[in-house]
């Protein structure tokens, strides 16, 4: 596997993960079949553009750039090439990432096998129509920092309610990490593990009472709505 980044900081992050760091774009092309493009969105053109001379038969373009179109990609990369769009999450770093892909260009369900396998390495992904990807970046893609945001909180309550700082955040974190885990392996409805938490006249009617008063489930429905809404802007700009 190659990398490469004009920031020379970046390299060197990529050395750190034991990865070689080339001179270019058209290096990393020239040394790979699976190509991915991590630029910022309004990039992605341009380097397609650099690249496009070079991408032959053999290639599979994966663009994780959010918002850009398959009709974009296809634009700038050449229409007889393999284009996957994917919109991954920085839980790849450990292994849990929750992913969406769709396919465009001359892209093959084989081509589509190859990054699912690729993701699947790192966590989850799942086949999406391409309208549906601004839906995930604003739920999956960003939504890492609304349950960052959410811990901090957390711990901050704890603070406040009397325990010390470095507990009380790994009491949120593991807390956010275990419900997780009991949606996913009991396959039940968040409502009815939430009932399960809820003694009558208990603690957990209290603090749920506050969050309801706060408005916090339209808070969580609205930030998921206004990313996907801006990831449709970024295709525009
Ligand atoms: N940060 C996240 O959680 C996620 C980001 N994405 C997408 O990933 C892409 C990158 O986002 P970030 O990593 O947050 O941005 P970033 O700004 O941290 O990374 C982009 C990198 O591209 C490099 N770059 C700029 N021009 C280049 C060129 N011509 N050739 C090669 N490299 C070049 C920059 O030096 C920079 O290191 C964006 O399109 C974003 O939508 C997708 C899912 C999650
Ligand atoms: O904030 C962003 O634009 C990127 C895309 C999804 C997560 N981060």
Redesign the pocket.
């Known amino acids: 596997m190659v990398c490469t980044d004009p920031n020379p900081a970046r390299k060197d992050v990529f050395r750190n993960f034991g990865v070689k760091a080339v001179d270019g774009n058209l290096e990393v092309v020239q040394n790979s079949e699976v190509v991915f493009i991590a630029v910022k ?1 309004q990039y992605v053109s341009v380097v397609l553009n650099e690249v496009r001379g070079s991408l032959k038969e053999k290639h599979i373009v994966v663009s994780i750039a ?1 918002g850009i179109p398959l009709a974009t990609l296809k634009e700038a990369a050449g229409d007889d090439k393999h284009l996957i769009r994917v ?1 991954p ?2 839980p790849c770093l450990v292994g849990e990432t929750a992913a969406a892909m769709c396919l465009g260009g001359r892209a093959t369900e084989e081509d589509g096998n190859v990054v699912e396998k690729l993701f699947s390495a790192v966590g989850s992904i799942f086949k999406v129509d391409e309208k549906l990807l601004s839906a995930v ?1 604003g739920l999956s ?2 939504g890492p ?1 609304y349950i960052f945001l959410m811990i901090e909180a957390l711990a901050d309550g704890g603070v406040r309610a009397g325990l010390p700082r470095d507990i009380s955040q790994q009491l949120a974190a593991q807390t956010v990490l275990g419900s997780a885990k009991m949606v996913l392996e009991t396959g039940k409805h968040p409502g009815v593990l939430k009932d399960m938490v809820t003694s009558p006249a208990g603690t957990t009617i209290a603090g749920v009472h506050e969050l309801e008063k706060a408005g916090v489930r339209a808070a969580f429905i609205n930030a998921v709505v206004a ?1 996907s809404n ?2 449709d802007e ?1 295709a525009k700009l």
């Open positions: 969105p959010a919109m999450n920085t970046t893609g960003s920092a990313a801006r990831a970024l």
